[in-house]
């Protein structure tokens, strides 16, 4: 398999921009849950911006739970993301490491299928490996997202499929980048959280040694799904 | 979304080495369909390679439906790949090209099911142009590879996430190598051939322009499935 | 597993009442493509029920791709049904038909799915069998419902799940009824689209005897899915 | 959609009945975790069935992951139920409960992802409701499957489609059956578990609440998935 190169990074999206200071806005509290946002007419003149832009941006927005339409009324702030994520993240990664759980979610989910029909024993020793680390590691509430890469990556490993090991790799700023966040919301969460994410990996390792794809390709995308939604989501198992 | 960056191709797996040259004798017909292959310990000695690697070239030959285990027997040749397909692609690329659809299935339907909900009008149009050139192109019986990458392209720039068509572009030459494999062997198929994969393309842009998020999920798969099936058997609706 | 009892049937819904009603004036032409409908508050006095009764009718007319909302704007007429299609199965009957193949697409694909993992080689010769029953009885243009209906009772029976079968035996005169109609648009339909009805059969039937537990679940849910926008679009492969 | 009636229940299968008749040996230690099975032979000379029987009894047994095959050596036991499961379900239940589980996956995935999108705002205050419910039942340690049905019931209810209603009522005993099961282990577990199972049906109405199909979808499976593994092996979270 040749030519797995990557085009150079093309320029932000004028919908991404647009939604990310709107999310600053949100996450400021310039903009309170319950809040109505100004019309689509209103939104194109404030940001020097044309129609479908201000549309992408309001349909990521709801696709990220932070707003809702409601029919012939308007659009609401729906949930408010965690305080600190701004001065955790930037307001304008905030869009990538969305977008990125977009993409992780069918990756890594396929990925963990095949591991679960393909891992040798040896690759399953390093998935379990991995998730010893990540325990000592968050259990000791130290920086963790190195070794959550490490479990996910070795994960990819075990899909015998060098491919899905490539694009994670290919990810892996953006991924590096989005758990930093994610966990450090977990740290200075509870110790309930902290277990529920501990808890999350146990399971995507024992379908794995199990055998049971299925249960692998769940275990994993409901995973990613929740990490996503600790990311928006400031009420989310405190 | 900075830092999208691939790391140096790795140098081929094993396993996928011995898969290539194992797919070689079956599309010699040196190994014909029912024969039955030598044992894992007779492979390890013939390769000169470990036991973990026979395994995974076992298990990718499998997946592919190329040959089939049954229990306290041995394993058997189950299918074999179209004549044309060493002539056209090289032993060494089969197992790249069914590698990427496994990757393709789950990104493409994520991707398709994202612009199902979130395309422009003029996105819409993008595919639509893309789909009546595929038409144009694969009518006249000339390659198609490039206006099949285009819709498939297009697709993903619908979703909204620019990772998509990062990752897309990233597996531009495998996909497009792909392509004109599964072209090549319809060029050479039947009316009816040519007529299937034209309806498959057409049933995504139909999902995707009704706004049916799960329709459009499921016709990317199933299109992205039944290529993959049309590369490894040749028995496949002639 | 004791006690598999079906409660009596309950009244009918009113959104389902509602919806038939509004669908017999789409396909009576009564209201057209591209037609805007009356406001839910003005469909609240005209048929004296309740708000969240038209929001329900609204919502599954919407997810039948029959009516689109465009915000801010109103709701409108999307497309319309086969012409025949009242006359073949009554208004009334055809919200209870969509709800069926919202059921049967999880349903069945589970199923198909269960089949390819556990089918003896006796199950699927009665697959094969009950494929080629389907096969003479439409090539010869006769009454297929009960043909098309044992080819999925015996997906079902290969999946060694009784409940899967018990199911599939209580939705019997739905299902039937849905095959009739879906079946009779088939027959007035060209004979490329009999060629796909049968195509989509024989490629749930490959998937099982290949063992591909994922393809078989995405060529029934396909196949199912295909089904449904069969009854709702009359421009659908015609 | 008249006729939705179920046929009187047929005998039970034969591959079910010996699938009965092994784990009752494993769950009460005749037949030890790492053991190996009798021959398929020796399997046929001592219940004095036919090989297919025997083969489906193994593959349903391979499926709930008691047992797994080893590649020219035989098959082995994987696992152990938890000690009291035969005391509170019967051997002759688990074979039922356990397929009832591979039919409530994808069925109640589909129910919850229709409830996302349709409910109206009674529908979701009736699954809150019974959410609270659940919580209270729980905590008390009192009898939680009545509690426990309600709650998905309420889900089906809100698909606004009546048919995933009659057949999980349809299966009302064998549901109520199986969680009473899984439920006692649930009671006689940690209060870790006992937060596990009321956290997994918040995420399922949380999900709903938000409007987010895919998450509804996963959130529903994921929950039930973990259910039928609570099931068959008593490590799990304990």
Chains 1, 2, 3, 4 share one sequence.
Do not use: W
């Not at 012939?72 to 304008?92: C, D, E, F, K, M």
């Not at 679960?116 to 010893?132: C, F, P, T, V, Y």
């Amino acid at each position: 398999m040749a030519g797995l190169t990557l085009q150079p990074k093309r320029k932000e999206r004028l919908g991404d921009q647009l939604y990310g200071q709107i999310l600053e806005q949100i996450v400021s509290g310039a903009l309170k849950e319950g809040d109505k946002l100004p019309s689509e007419k209103e939104l194109c003149l404030m940001f020097e911006v044309s129609r479908p832009v201000v549309r992408e941006a309001m349909m990521l927005l709801q696709a990220d739970g932070l707003v809702v339409a409601r029919q012939g009324s308007g659009t609401y702030v729906q949930r408010r993301p965690p305080q600190g994520l701004i001065a955790i993240a930037g307001a304008s990664d905030i869009a990538g490491i969305l977008r990125c759980y977009e993409l992780r979610v069918p990756l890594e989910g396929e990925a963990a299928a095949l591991a679960a029909k393909r891992r040798s024993s040896e690759q399953l020793g390093q998935i379990k490996a991995a998730l010893d680390d990540l325990g000592r590691v968050v259990e000791a509430r130290a920086s963790a997202s190195a070794a959550d890469f490490a479990f996910h990556r070795a994960v990819a490993e075990a899909s015998c499929n060098e491919m899905f090991v490539s694009i994670l790799e290919s990810l892996h700023a953006a991924i590096e980048n989005s758990m930093a966040v994610a966990l450090n919301i977990t740290r200075e969460g509870s110790d309930q959280r902290i277990r529920r994410v501990l808890d999350e990996h146990s399971r995507i390792y024992e379908a794995i040694a199990m055998g049971d794809a299925d249960a692998a390709n769940l275990a994993m995308r409901y995973h990613i799904n929740r990490a996503r939604q600790r990311i928006t989501d400031q009420h989310q198992d405190v």
